[in-house]
């Protein structure tokens, strides 16, 4: 059965300093990963999604990296700003491409 | 203007009672998901389905019903025989292409009285 873990899982930087947030699974056979940002109360807003051929996927200040061998993904925030404060969770889809099994999420405080 | 409305944003339940949460989506997506998320903890599989009038079972489906007759709805009916169902419920969609990304709405708060 996948695992996905995120740690840390609260981290709180001053404004202007780069975000380095890790996930990690256990099954490396994946069809796909997927970013997201949650502010709270909030349904979940998609950020990027790395497909299994691929290594990154970039948008904009967001740059995620996948290494499927080892399990891992990190999600970059270049230039980290107080509008970036927010949940932010990894989920892995599965091979048969049908299910997400999500992280934990990692609470992230800018501070200005 | 597309994309997924879940209704009510917040519901109210007595225990004992059903209650179905609402879930349309716009987008033309053949595939629809819900999710239970606890307080402070990532998201769980409840029931997904990947075209009308077929579902399957999530991690999680015991005291949970869903159906799906229309491609655009997928309502979660949380029976009295979900021991614990306070929690916030979401729902997303997926073009079940190869793509497969997920798109979330704005989630239902349950909480039982």
């Known amino acids: 059965k996948q695992e996905v873990t995120q740690i840390p899982a609260a981290l709180s930087v001053p404004e202007g300093e780069n975000l380095v947030l890790n996930c990690s699974f256990t099954d490396s056979a994946i069809y796909n990963l997927q970013w997201f940002r949650q502010d709270p109360g909030k349904g979940l807003t998609s950020l990027l999604l790395i497909q299994s051929s691929q290594r990154e996927q970039t948008s904009g200040r967001l740059n995620a990296s996948l290494d499927k061998s080892s399990g891992r993904s990190t999600l970059y925030i270049a230039a980290s700003q107080p509008g970036d404060s927010a949940t932010y969770l990894c989920?892995?889809?599965?091979?048969?491409?049908?299910?997400?099994?999500f992280g934990g999420g990692t609470r992230v405080l800018v501070k200005p | 203007d597309g994309g997924i409305t879940q209704s009510p944003k917040y519901l109210f339940r007595k225990e004992g009672q059903n209650v179905t949460l609402s879930c349309e989506q716009n987008?033309?997506?053949?595939?629809m998901y819900w999710y239970r998320q606890d307080p402070g903890q990532g998201l769980r599989l409840i029931y997904y389905s990947q075209i009308v009038n077929d579902f399957q079972k999530g991690d999680i489906a015991e005291g949970y019903s869903v159906s799906r007759e229309k491609k655009e709805s997928f309502p979660l009916t949380v029976t009295s025989a979900q021991k614990n169902p306070t929690a916030f419920y979401l729902c997303?969609?997926?073009?079940?292409?190869?793509?497969?990304?997920?798109?979330f709405g704005p989630g239902t708060r349950l909480t039982v009285l």
């Open positions: 989920a892995v889809m599965g091979a048969a491409g049908n299910k997400l099994t």
């Open positions: 997303a969609s997926a073009t079940g292409s190869s793509y497969n990304e997920q798109f």
């Open positions: 987008l033309n997506h053949d595939a």
